[in-house]
């Protein structure tokens, strides 16, 4: 069973959906925010926007984990915002991977942004989540909007990932 990896800009649903879809597949929920180091959070939390060598050593452990994962056969769900194509590469690199893009407009996503509590990533950063995504294509991954409730959105998902299989 491959790793599902919802992906997108922070703010877009990634952890509420992502975990939504992992009760329909009766899958191990797994959020990619875990597996940042601290500095990493460290520098989120202070505004400033992380760049690919801060991403490394991320990217490089949810490969890992991913690994691990698909050696054990296991169901899992990834909530990771793999923004850059090679970043999607990195995470493909850990065996057996499928894309969940969860897309909507900036405007909507800063206004959830706004409203959150208790997580580091301050709404100024979300203009440097924009500039850094490169929107998979069809080939890569299925593309879900964000609009409507958390569970249309993953039923919306899980639609789409059954059409595929």
């Known amino acids: ?16 959906v992502g975990m939504l879809i992992a ?21 989120m939390r202070g505004g400033q926007p992380l760049d690919d060598d801060d ?4 990217l490089s452990a949810m490969a890992q984990a991913i ?3 698909n050696a054990k056969g296991e169901t899992v769900v990834l909530a990771c915002s793999a923004l850059k194509r090679r970043y999607r590469d ?3 690199g850990g065996g057996d991977v499928r894309f969940i893009h969860l897309a909507g407009d900036k405007a909507a996503i800063a206004a959830r942004l706004a409203a959150r509590t208790g997580h ?5 950063l979300l203009d440097s989540q924009f500039a850094t995504l490169e929107p998979p ?13 958390p569970a249309e959105i993953a039923q919306r998902a899980i639609d789409a ?5």
Not at 7 to 14: D, E, F, L, Q, R
Not at 137 to 149: L, Q, R
Not at 161 to 165: G, I, K, Q, T, V
């Open 120 to 124: 580091y990533m301050p709404t100024t």
């Open 90 to 92: 990195v995470l493909r």
């Open 23 to 43: 009760g329909k597949l009766r899958a191990r929920y797994a959020e990619g925010d875990s597996f940042h180091p601290p500095e990493n959070v460290a520098k």
């Open 55 to 58: 991403r490394a050593p991320w």
């Open 137 to 149: 294509g069809d080939d890569e991954a299925i593309t879900v909007s964000i609009e409507g409730a």
């Open 161 to 165: 990932l059954s059409s595929r299989a």
């Open 67 to 69: 690994r691990d994962w």
């Open 1 to 16: 069973m491959p790793v599902h990896v919802v992906m997108g800009v922070s703010g877009c649903g990634k952890s509420t």
